[in-house]
């Protein structure tokens, strides 16, 4: 199957100068390239903007423009991706219930993908901010899975549904819970309405930036910056202003934010919109 030219940009960013046989090992790789390479970030929904999800306007985005995005652009793309390389991979959909209660019946928002090599199955998700997994995880297994950063676990309610945990500081916490239901362009569609406009979403008015580095996680939650490492506490400090706010996004996060673009002033680690 040819490679189309924005998978063909995709890849050399992802350091592959041709593209790379269906595997496990393939996989393992494009997941961790994409979650140490591109960014998880909001801005557009901070500053209220639309959030087109075509793959179209998201390569667009990603791909050409330097920008990042959350899990309906960024696994979209991946998705792609895969399929483009000989992959048996489709998109499912799940319920954040990180910070609430692992059972918590939320709203049907995040996207993520099936993928079947050899007749085992795996999720494989790279849009999920600060925790996201940097490694596939197998799916019909309650053992521990280690990755490149923290180990995940999967479990299964025995109804369809499954919970994904992480462990952090020896303790493990969920981070959502999905089911492998066929979903269609509209059950995206809707999902990324209300996150990117119902002003009940986390995301609407609030900056949320991640990427992850070996042995590290870089995160930002409004003006608050956090490095997470493995093997020592956290690095955790407020920035200041604009243009700090600025720099971190370019420097640390690669994200090349459009000129026109009014980011929000900084007040006592509060964002003020601009006027």
């Not at 494009?30 to 209220?48: K, M, N, P, Y």
Request: aromatic share 8%; with cysteine.
């Amino acid at each position: 199957m040819p490679v189309l030219n924005h998978s063909r940009l995709y890849l050399q960013r992802l350091g592959y100068d041709t593209p790379p046989a269906p595997t496990l090992q393939t996989l393992q790789g494009l997941q961790l390239r994409h979650v140490c390479t591109f960014a998880f970030e909001s801005l557009s929904t901070l500053l209220h903007l639309p959030v087109p999800i075509d793959l179209a306007s998201v390569e667009q985005k990603v791909l050409l423009e330097g920008r990042g995005g959350y899990c309906y652009e960024l696994n979209q793309m991946f998705l792609a991706l895969l399929q483009e390389l000989g992959f048996d991979a489709r998109g499912i959909t799940g319920r954040v219930v990180m910070g609430g209660p692992p059972d918590a019946h939320t709203a049907r928002t995040h996207r993520l993908s099936l993928v079947t090599l050899d007749g085992v199955r795996y999720v494989t998700d790279v849009g999920f901010g600060g925790m996201v997994p940097s490694s596939p995880l197998q799916l019909d297994t309650d053992a521990l899975q280690t990755t490149a950063h923290e180990p995940y676990r999967l479990t299964f309610d025995g109804q369809g549904g499954y919970t994904l945990w992480v462990q952090v500081a020896g303790e493990w916490r969920g981070l959502y819970v999905f089911d492998l239901q066929l979903q269609t362009a509209i059950d995206y569609e809707v999902g990324n309405w209300y996150v990117s406009t119902h002003p009940g979403s986390p995301f609407v008015g609030q900056l949320k930036v991640a990427r992850l580095a070996p042995g590290q996680r870089h995160t930002l939650n409004n003006a608050h910056y956090a490095v997470h490492y493995l093997d020592r506490p956290s690095e955790k400090r407020t920035l200041e202003s604009a243009d700090e706010l600025l720099d971190v996004l370019t420097d640390t996060f690669g994200i090349r934010v459009p000129v026109s673009m009014r980011l929000p002033q900084v007040n006592n680690g509060l964002l003020i919109a601009s006027t």
